[in-house]
């Protein structure tokens, strides 16, 4: 696995053994980046459930001007601890300094109040998440919470996943809201199980 475009072009990312994270692979990051397209370049990415940093990492080699990354699990922190060195190297050497943070959180505390506005925000949780109610519901809260109608959200979910057309929560202000959910675009597999990348808006509609 390793960074495929940018200034870090290239340079191979860690990951931890077993199963508790589940790596984007090179061509899905390819194919998403590709439809991002320049709107990349000088943006504030945040990663949530970011394993290895993938994601972040690949933004930050094409360009972001920041990314955070927020993971807990503390095998997948060494691994991106060591992946974002990496890649942080790289680009110093290449006269870019990106601004890149960890935050080794839960991130439904976290962003609860994190007070800042992100142009893209990557999510790639554990399938069974998103397929449990409850869990699922917590997760679209905590992205309400940190909405703007011009953030572009990229969540990876197995191919049969679709999201809600609307959803009560709590904005980031604190009034309870309904929300709309716009699918911009659907990449990966099509087959029951495999992974499919969303790429989606959301917006305050009531």
């Known amino acids: ?18 199963d508790s994270t589940r790596p984007a692979t090179d061509a899905a990051r390819q194919a998403i980046f590709s439809s991002l397209g320049s709107a990349i370049i000088g943006s504030k990415v945040l990663d949530i459930f970011a394993g290895t940093g993938a994601y972040g990492l690949e933004a930050a080699s094409r360009g972001a001007a920041s990314v955070l990354f927020v993971e807990s699990d503390r095998r997948a922190l060494e691994a991106l601890r060591i992946n974002v060195a990496a890649v942080g190297k790289a680009l110093r050497s290449a006269g870019e300094t990106p601004s890149m943070r960890i935050a080794g959180a839960d991130c439904f505390k976290l962003l609860r109040g994190v007070g800042e506005a992100f142009d893209f925000v990557f999510l790639d949780p554990p399938y069974a998440m998103l397929e449990d109610e409850k869990s699922l519901d917590r997760i679209l809260e905590m992205l309400c919470g940190i909405a703007s109608d011009s953030a572009t959200f990229i969540l990876e979910a197995p191919a049969q996943f679709g999201l809600p057309r609307e959803f009560s929560a709590f904005n980031s202000a604190g009034g309870l809201k309904k929300f709309g959910f716009k699918e911009i675009n659907r990449l990966g597999k099509k087959s029951k199980g495999k992974p499919s990348q969303i790429v989606f808006g959301i917006c305050e509609i009531g």
């Open 1 to 18: 696995m390793r960074i495929t475009s940018g200034n870090a072009r290239g340079i191979s990312l860690n990951s931890p053994r077993g």
